[in-house]
């Protein structure tokens, strides 16, 4: 596993130099300068905005006017950014790539720049390591060499801490009336340790909590190395705020390394694992199902024993870790709608994602089979090599309604 790893890693870094070299011919075909930055004097220029959405941090682009820092923010404006060459970015403390590529340690706060690399020739407020003028790796002529370590530190830094919000609304034939609406979030493959932090689950634990859902959904593989890693963990799960409760699936990852120690983990802090178990949820006198399967690859799933005892009629929402079982409970056509992660979405997205078992016909978001809907969340954190390109991580957002 280790081998494959590297290999995945080394194939990677020469994805990254290829596509970062094809960047700078792109951009300017020259010394960089400014690349294709927005002329200094423009009514509006493109921009990265830094945002702290709830607890989380999001990354935003978006046209902006006179560039002028709001409370919080802090205004640097890069030449030569070899990769991404946009002009002026906001970001809050000093920029994560400003430390890296000057010699600093990484930071431990929230900063999570995208200023990819050359000569600072403006700062705003809180920001005391530079003034402008200082040379980052290198000054303003950025080669390939630069360019490459951007990229790199892209893939492994940003943007897997680049939390994405989905939004998505699942129409429902005969959703009860009282569940219209009704909203779902669901979160996947956390993979606590070595790679994911418990700080960045912080983060998404909080955003979650902050869209107000229903029901919390979640979907598996919670630790990737070493099961202890729940009890660091399900605290933090505990965090998530919803009307009817958080209820929890395993993963393949939580069943090959203890998936007793995994369950226990999680029920010690109150969240309810449904292992081929279902509960109802009840609004007024209207009912909702919410199944729970065991791990698809290395468990015993059985809907049957899930749905046993059951009202008929009910729309049931099945929750299962791999999406790629899908076409057997669409045709057994008693689920409505399946929750799923797993594949991380690929993780790495050119040309097509890296897709593993049992995730490589449905690897990412809403699609119909049947009759029956399954979304495939590109979940919260990474196995190696630790990277996202394409594909960013995800707090996933359903809203019930109803279908005409």
């Given at each position: 596993m280790k081998l494959r790893y590297k290999i995945l890693n080394g194939i990677l870094i020469f994805m990254v130099v290829m596509i970062s070299s094809l960047a700078i011919v792109l951009s300017n075909n020259s010394d960089c300068g400014p690349a294709?930055?927005?002329?200094?004097?423009?009514?509006?220029?493109?921009?990265?905005?830094?945002?702290?959405?709830?607890?989380?941090?999001?990354?935003?682009f978006k046209e902006v006017n006179k560039p002028t820092p709001a409370d919080g923010e802090v205004l640097v404006k890069i030449h030569a950014a070899a990769v991404n060459p946009l002009d002026w970015h906001f970001v809050q403390g000093t920029p994560y790539f400003l430390r890296l590529m000057s010699g600093l340690s990484a930071p431990n706060d929230t900063s999570l720049g995208?200023?990819?690399?050359?000569?600072?020739?403006?700062?705003?407020?809180?920001?005391?390591?530079?003034?402008?003028?200082?040379?980052?790796?290198?000054?303003?002529?950025?080669?390939?060499?630069?360019?490459?370590?951007?990229?790199?530190?892209?893939?492994?830094?940003?943007?897997?801490?680049?939390?994405?919000?989905?939004?998505?609304?699942?129409?429902?034939?005969g959703l009860p009336r009282a569940f219209e609406g009704f909203k779902i979030v669901c979160l996947?493959?956390?993979?606590?340790?070595?790679?994911t932090q418990i700080d960045f689950i912080e983060?998404?634990?909080?955003?979650?909590?902050?869209?107000?859902?229903?029901?919390?959904?979640?979907?598996?593989?919670?630790?990737?190395?070493?099961?202890?890693s729940i009890y660091e963990l399900?605290?933090?799960?505990?965090?998530l705020e919803s009307t009817y409760g958080v209820f929890a699936v395993l993963g393949n990852h939580d069943l090959w390394t203890d998936a007793a120690v995994v369950r226990s983990g999680l029920e010690s802090v109150g969240i309810r694992v449904l292992v081929n178990d279902s509960v109802l949820l009840r609004v007024g006198d209207e009912d909702l199902i919410l199944a729970g399967?065991?791990?698809?690859?290395?468990?015993?799933?059985?809907?049957?024993?899930?749905?046993?005892?059951?009202?008929?009629g009910a729309p049931v929402i099945l929750m299962l870790h791999e999406p790629d079982f899908a076409d057997q409970y669409a045709r057994d056509g008693r689920v409505s709608l399946q929750l799923s992660g797993h594949t991380h979405g690929g993780q790495v997205r050119i040309g097509g994602p890296l897709r593993?078992?049992?995730?490589?016909?449905?690897?990412?978001?809403?699609?119909?089979?049947?009759?029956?809907?399954?979304?495939?969340?590109?979940?919260?954190?990474?196995?190696?090599?630790?990277?996202?390109?394409?594909?960013?991580?995800?707090i996933t957002e359903i809203t019930l309604q109803s279908m005409h």
């Open positions: 294709a930055a927005v002329a200094e004097g423009s009514e509006t220029m493109q921009a990265i905005v830094y945002r702290c959405y709830g607890s989380a941090d999001v990354l935003e995208v200023d990819f690399a050359g000569t600072v020739e403006a700062v705003g407020r809180n920001v005391t390591r530079f003034k402008p003028g200082d040379e980052v790796f290198g000054g303003a002529t950025l080669g390939l060499g630069a360019s490459c370590l951007a990229g790199y530190g892209y893939v492994f830094y940003v943007e897997p801490h680049w939390l994405s919000v989905e939004r998505v609304d699942v129409p429902i034939q996947s493959d956390f993979h606590l340790h070595p790679y983060k998404v634990v909080g955003a979650s909590s902050e869209l107000i859902p229903d029901v919390v959904c979640l979907l598996g593989d919670y630790v990737f190395e070493g099961a202890d399900a605290p933090v799960l505990a965090r399967l065991d791990d698809g690859w290395s468990g015993e799933p059985d809907l049957s024993l899930a749905l046993e005892g059951s009202p008929q593993p078992e049992y995730g490589r016909k449905y690897d990412d978001g809403l699609v119909e089979i049947e009759g029956m809907w399954l979304y495939t969340t590109r979940g919260v954190g990474v196995i190696g090599p630790p990277a996202r390109f394409n594909c960013r991580p995800e």
